[in-house]
């Protein structure tokens, strides 16, 4: 007997498509996926907020509900530190630096640390380690719209490859 994916549920190693739109706690629109392609993500995996992931666990497509991801859940509590000033031209010339853009440095002990530029001041970019939403209480307006199963190279990589299936994915390394 055959399931359709309509009785498909949120589990592990499944791929799930969602719709949302993230507010913060003034009611501000952060992010959304409306009028777009629905994001997809591994679930089990890490691809999405902590919080969000385990809201989500155990649905079905067609579910929709606003879910309340606390900061700890989230993007993590800010951790008080000032962002850093780095000289604009410590980056490469044909490297465009934008705001809310994230990178990976390494310390001095070698380890990858990801940073976001938060903003400029003459000559400098500032970048800070916290991500922009650190400290936030995040409000996902959420709909499940297809759930799957995830292929033998997703579960590898760890996350989906398009909404579909392979076709088209590229991977950098």
Known sequence: MSTSHLDLTVTADKVVLIHYTLTNAAGEELDSSRGDEPLPYLHGHGNIVPGLERALGGKKVGFQDTVVVAPEDGYGEHDGSEPQQVPADAFPDDFEVEEGMQFVVENDLGEQIPVWVVGFEEGLVLLDT???LAGETLHFQVEIVKIRDATAEELHHGHPHGLEG??????GH
């Not at 392979?166 to 991977?171: I, L, Q, V």
Request: charged share 10%.
């Open 166 to 171: 392979t076709e088209g994915h590229h991977h």
């Open 130 to 132: 916290n991500h922009p």
